[in-house]
């Protein structure tokens, strides 16, 4: 069955620490990969994607993610973190050529220390 | 540019009875989906509607049920309301099939549905 896989439910770093993100997908062929944030009360904000080509992208507020193939994974990364990146973030990956239904990972809560 | 609209905001209901959500996508965006969105997962793909038809379904049962209309906005429906359907609904808009960027999806902010 495909699946997208968050290993890590809750991360707590300090302001200014750099930042990762893991996920790790099950699919029979590579997916499109998204990234998502959503802030309390809020919904769903595209951070990045992943089609094919460059397996770094980068994406909106400084974020960037790596695809790595023989890992299965798209890690989400970021140099500095600042306070308001406190939120939750989801993996999120749909088989190329389908109508475009997306699977989520279960969320990593991130928590941002003064 | 107008984002994705959902309303209501937030819904009260009692077991039994049924439920209506609304969605209207993204200006451009001609394709709507719906998730569910249950406390402290990740969303999960109901249903998506492209030129007025449901295209593609998750596991939901047929008490799930939706429209989308010729201007594109999109209604969910849910019959028979259970405890276990309390969650926030979201709604995600993208392009016609074709080329990456119509794997897009932008979601709005989500109803959020409490079945007492």
């Known amino acids: 069955a495909q699946s997208v896989t968050q290993p890590d439910i809750h991360i707590t770093v300090s302001e200014g620490a750099s930042l990762e993100l893991r996920c790790n997908y099950s699919?029979?062929?590579?997916?499109?990969l998204f990234w998502y944030v959503q802030s309390p009360g809020q919904g769903l904000q595209l951070l990045l994607k992943?089609?094919?080509?460059?397996?770094l992208v980068q994406g909106i507020k400084g974020f960037e993610a790596e695809f790595k193939r023989s890992q299965s994974s798209f890690n989400l990364r970021k140099p500095s973190v600042h306070w308001s990146d406190a939120a939750e973030y989801f993996c999120a990956a749909t088989p190329s050529g389908s109508a475009r239904q997306l699977t989520f990972g279960s969320g990593t809560q991130l928590t941002v220390l003064p | 540019d107008a984002g994705v609209t959902q309303s209501p905001t937030h819904l009260i209901k009692t077991r039994g009875q049924q439920v209506t959500l609304r969605c209207s996508p993204k200006s451009g965006h001609d394709t709507v989906s719906w998730y569910q969105q249950a406390l402290g997962q990740g969303p999960q793909f109901i249903f998506q509607y492209y030129e007025e038809e449901e295209r593609q379904r998750g596991n939901f049962p047929d008490r799930f049920s939706g429209h989308q209309f010729p201007n594109y906005s999109s209604e969910l429906n849910v019959n028979a309301l259970l405890l276990g359907d309390s969650a926030l609904y979201l709604c995600?808009?993208?392009?016609?099939?074709?080329?990456?960027?119509?794997?897009?999806?932008?979601f709005g902010p989500g109803t959020r549905l409490t079945v007492t």
């Open positions: 995600a808009s993208s392009l016609a099939p074709g080329g990456y960027s119509s794997y897009e999806q932008y």
């Open positions: 992943y089609f094919s080509g460059d397996t």
């Open positions: 699919y029979g062929a590579t997916p499109y």
